[in-house]
Structure formats: C-alpha cells, structure tokens
C-alpha cells in the first residue's frame, strides 16, 4: 500500500539514484538514456556544472521570493 496517488505510478521500474548530462543512473547501477528529462534539463542535460553553480549561489542567498509580493534582483535580471 502507498500514499502516492494511482496518477503518480511510475511507467517504469526504474529507480533514478542520480542524473549527469543526459544520462540517468538507478540505484541498481544501470546507466539509461534519459529520453524522458523534463524541462529543467532538456537543454543543459542532469547537473550541468554551471548550472550547479548558479543554483548552489543563490540557495545560498535566497530561496524564495513571491514575485507578486516583493521583488528581488535575479527576477529583475531576468
């Protein structure tokens, strides 16, 4: 039994440990070809060092900030 929705099931039995470029790693230590990554790394593949970088930066400044309630300055350099 779970508390994961029937909607969440999984396609496959793939467990996902880790992800580099557009390779998948499972837990059983399979590589797969991640044909299904989803829009946060359909262009720079899983944990692109750059993009590592910049996410690690500003989690170490900011998290959150409701755009409709305060700006910040990454909203205002986009």
Known sequence: MTQLS???RQAT???AQRGEGV???GVDGRRYL???AGIG?????HCHPR???A???QVGTLIHGQYT???HQPLQRL
């Open 55 to 57: 996410a690690q930066e």
């Open 34 to 36: 991640d044909f299904t």
């Open 23 to 25: 390779h998948l790693y």
């Open 13 to 15: 039995p793939v467990v």
């Open 41 to 45: 790394v359909t262009s720079t593949g």
């Open 69 to 71: 309630t305060v700006m």
């Open 51 to 53: 993009v590592v970088a």
């Open 6 to 8: 029937e909607h969440l």
